[in-house]
């Protein structure tokens, strides 16, 4: 289930500790019951965001919620450590700079498994969670690949290059072709939302922001279709690096 609306529902969910994504409360619901959801979800990390109650019929598709509507996550996340565990030298992770549509954080995440990197780093906020609409975009591989949700984004991509990464951004106005950059080394790739790209702070904390070329009329591929491109690249990089030794 995708989303759990009421009051009862919810709270329910929160005290068997269920993973949920985010909880949406209507402006101005206010009482005792609300007030415990509230709490729950601090005590446990999970989002809330105090919405219109109009928001939150669309986002239950029934204007019977009570003003509370969570949306349960398929599968807890992971930490930024759990997605690098033992990788060492040979790190590759898939950051997200707010992929919203959770059809395509499932096919990410499914081809960051099937390219052998080791994790996805999402954010907390303006971006799809775990929900089970993912779960079935990844056609399974969300049960095997550490998905990381952080607060700060921009503070997580400092973490890692502090720790021996270097960050590659993915923008259609990229400077360099794909290719063209070294990914044998700890490597984050970076990809953008589906409209507005890679945010200018995100850009900024990248060493390099490379694009990929194309022909015709088109100039940008899907977020997921271009995962793999640059995720196939850098493991043959990184297969041909090991052959040469």
């Not at 986002?59 to 930490?79: F, I, M, P, T, Y």
């Not at 991509?157 to 502090?162: I, S, V, Y």
């Amino acid at each position: 289930m995708d989303k759990l609306t009421g009051i009862h529902a919810v709270k329910e969910a929160l005290e068997a500790w269920r993973p949920i994504d985010r909880i949406a409360i209507a402006k101005g619901r206010q009482d005792t019951r609300v007030e415990e959801i509230v709490q729950l979800a601090r005590k446990q990390g999970v989002p809330v965001r105090f919405e219109d109650r109009g928001q939150l019929d669309r986002l239950a598709n029934s204007k019977d919620h009570q003003g509370v509507v969570a949306l349960a996550a398929a599968r807890a996340e992971a930490s930024l450590a759990n997605a690098n565990a033992g990788h060492g030298q040979l790190g590759l992770i898939v950051l997200l700079d707010g992929v919203e549509d959770p059809h395509n954080l499932g096919a990410i995440i499914r081809t960051t498994l099937a390219a052998g990197a080791h994790g996805v780093v999402i954010p907390e906020r303006r971006a799809a969670g775990l929900t089970d609409t993912v779960a079935r975009a990844s056609a399974g591989a969300l049960a095997h690949l550490p998905v990381a949700k952080v607060t700060n984004l921009v503070r997580t991509m400092e973490e890692l290059k502090d720790a021996g990464y270097w960050l590659v951004g993915l923008d259609e106005q990229g400077g360099e072709n794909y290719t063209e950059v070294d990914y044998a080394s700890p490597v984050g790739i970076v990809l953008g939302s589906e409209g507005q790209g890679l945010h200018e702070l995100t850009r900024k904390r990248c060493d390099f922001v490379v694009s990929l070329p194309t022909t015709g009329p088109i100039k940008s591929l899907n977020v997921s279709v271009a995962a793999g491109v640059v995720l196939f690249e850098a493991i043959r990089q990184r297969n041909a690096r090991t052959r040469g030794k």
